[in-house]
């Protein structure tokens, strides 16, 4: 594009997604681009698309939307980032990008684009998707069970993803009952041993306890992500309300000590149930 165009466009507030391509493109630009943009590549911009992605869900938890607003913005530059470094190594393109999800939204969603009924569940409609992913997988060539989970994804979704994976072919406890049991034997095998194990034992031992937790999330239906999220969130509520009451007599949670910040903690909680009975 003519420098002037490309000047124009960028200038334009409402040249919508080709102005952010030519702000992504101009920052890549051999000759002109930002330095630092140059320097990128796949692997150094992975974290800032993860990083992006978390704070998207972030937004929504705090159910802050002019926030949630701005974080979508940053999750598509990640995007058109990606895209922009494909289209100069002549692996893919924007367009590209944009009609392989569009293909696949398409044959993913018979129910709305195609013959079949939609007259179906939830859940049939989410088993109907992984039937398609996976006739998808096999057309790709021969593909065992685990294949194709992303290493990338939070160790937590990963772990549900791969138990989801192998509950389909009947790998799986039949109750809750069975899961937390293994919780309990996981978590007094890691304690009893914990003095007489290797470090890297030790970590081998936890992480089993983590997977073992997270099957039970799967089984209760739950995310464990954002059940997490929201205990760090509790947490940090909390732990700020003992601070506010330390600092309204000149003190901070360094000069006081367990017994006390723990009466704050539970004075905290006692705050936050009855605000909740107030709002009920």
Same mark, same amino acid.
């Given at each position: 594009?003519?420098?002037?165009?490309?000047?124009?466009?960028?200038?334009?507030?409402?040249?919508?997604?080709?102005?952010?391509?030519?702000?992504?493109?101009?920052?890549?630009?051999?000759?002109?681009g930002c330095p630092w943009d140059l320097e990128q590549d796949f692997a150094s911009i992975a974290p800032y698309t993860i990083e992006e992605a978390h704070e998207v869900a972030d937004a929504i938890e705090r159910?802050?939307?002019?926030?949630?607003?701005?974080?979508?913005?940053?999750?598509?530059?990640?995007?058109?980032?990606?895209?922009?470094?494909?289209?100069?190594?002549?692996?893919?393109?924007?367009?590209?990008?944009?009609?392989?999800?569009?293909?696949?939204?398409?044959?993913?969603?018979?129910?709305?684009?195609?013959? &079949?009924?939609?007259?179906?569940? +939830? /859940?049939?409609?989410?088993?109907?998707? *992984?039937?398609?992913?996976?006739? =998808?997988? #096999?057309?790709?060539?021969?593909?065992?069970?685990?294949?194709?989970?992303?290493?990338?994804?939070?160790?937590?979704?990963?772990?549900?993803?791969?138990?989801?994976?192998?509950?389909?072919?009947?790998?799986?406890?039949?109750?809750?009952?069975?899961?937390?049991?293994?919780?309990? &034997?996981?978590?007094?095998?890691? +304690? /009893?041993?914990?003095?007489?194990?290797? *470090?890297?034992?030790?970590?081998? =031992?936890? #992480?089993?306890?983590?997977?073992?937790?997270?099957?039970?999330?799967?089984?209760?239906?739950?995310?464990?992500?954002?059940?997490?999220?929201?205990?760090?969130?509790?947490?940090?509520?909390?732990?700020?309300?003992?601070?506010?009451?330390?600092?309204?007599?000149?003190?901070?949670?360094?000069?006081?000590?367990?017994?006390?910040m723990d009466a704050l903690w539970n004075r905290a909680k006692r705050e936050e149930k009855d605000s909740e009975a107030e709002r009920r």
């Amino acid at each position: 594009m003519p420098r002037g165009e490309s000047d124009a466009l960028i200038a334009n507030p409402e040249g919508g997604i080709e102005r952010l391509l030519e702000i992504m493109a101009r920052l890549r630009d051999p000759q002109t681009g930002c330095p630092w943009d140059l320097e990128q590549d796949f692997a150094s911009i992975a974290p800032y698309t993860i990083e992006e992605a978390h704070e998207v869900a972030d937004a929504i938890e705090r159910q802050d939307w002019r926030d949630l607003e701005r974080e979508l913005g940053d999750l598509l530059f990640q995007s058109v980032y990606h895209a922009q470094m494909g289209t100069e190594a002549g692996l893919f393109t924007f367009d590209s990008v944009t009609r392989a999800i569009s293909d696949k939204m398409v044959a993913r969603h018979p129910h709305v684009f195609g013959q &079949e009924s939609r007259d179906k569940t +939830a /859940e049939q409609q989410t088993a109907d998707w *992984e039937r398609i992913k996976a006739a =998808e997988r #096999g057309a790709a060539g021969p593909a065992r069970v685990l294949d194709g989970v992303a290493l990338g994804l939070p160790a937590l979704t990963r772990a549900v993803k791969l138990q989801n994976r192998a509950a389909r072919v009947g790998f799986d406890w039949p109750s809750t009952d069975e899961v937390v049991d293994k919780i309990v &034997e996981e978590a007094r095998e890691l +304690a /009893e041993a914990r003095n007489r194990l290797t *470090e890297a034992e030790i970590t081998e =031992e936890f #992480g089993d306890l983590l997977f073992v937790i997270a099957n039970l999330a799967r089984h209760l239906k739950i995310d464990p992500e954002a059940a997490l999220r929201a205990a760090n969130a509790k947490f940090t509520r909390r732990f700020g309300r003992i601070e506010d009451w330390l600092e309204e007599q000149g003190r901070s949670p360094a000069d006081s000590d367990l017994a006390e910040m723990d009466a704050l903690w539970n004075r905290a909680k006692r705050e936050e149930k009855d605000s909740e009975a107030e709002r009920r």
